[in-house]
């Protein structure tokens, strides 16, 4: 499965030079996490980073910063992994692992941000791959037992 079907096409960014108490109001408004950094090019929202609310958290308030100075550039993490919309599962879960990352954003062709990749989405997936392969184990034998009396 590409995972442009799977992942969520409703991404919450925040640009680079927005202020980290923007991020937090964002991050509690929508009840998540994590944020993609996005740099403006031509119209189009290029991921630059991922700022978490542990950032925050570390980065500015244990500092005793104000978070309505600081901009999300200086606590963001700016090596940002992405995984691009057409690519598979095996790719996203190699780079999660390889990051250690739970949340990939996922880009088109040019670069362009359009969706997020959660564990979560990838856990639910195979999850339910899983549980398929499981009824087939029971299946089996009870298909089995079944031909014999059919054949007697």
């Known amino acids: 499965m590409a995972i442009g079907e799977l992942c969520s096409?409703?991404?919450v960014f925040v640009s680079l030079n927005e202020s980290c108490a923007l991020?937090?109001?964002l991050m509690r408004e929508q009840h998540i996490g994590s944020l993609v950094v996005v740099r403006e090019e031509g119209g189009r929202r290029m991921p630059v980073g991922m700022v978490t609310d542990r950032d925050l958290v570390v980065g500015?308030?244990?500092l005793g910063l104000d978070p309505e100075r600081t901009l999300v550039e200086a606590v963001m993490?700016?090596?940002v992994a992405v995984v691009r919309e057409g690519e598979g599962v095996g790719r996203a879960i190699a780079l999660m692992r390889d990051k250690g990352v739970r949340r990939l954003p996922v880009v088109d062709a040019a670069g362009t941000l359009v969706g997020i990749l959660a564990?979560?989405?990838l856990i639910e997936l195979l999850g339910e791959e899983m549980a398929g392969l499981a009824a087939v184990i029971g299946k089996g034998p009870r298909r089995e037992r079944?031909?014999?009396r059919a054949a007697l």
Do not use: F, I, L, S
Request: cysteine-free.
């Open 60 to 62: 500015v308030m244990a």
């Open 77 to 79: 993490r700016p090596e």
């Open 9 to 11: 096409r409703e991404v």
């Open 23 to 25: 991020a937090a109001q």
């Open 119 to 121: 564990a979560d989405d």
């Open 146 to 148: 079944e031909a014999r």
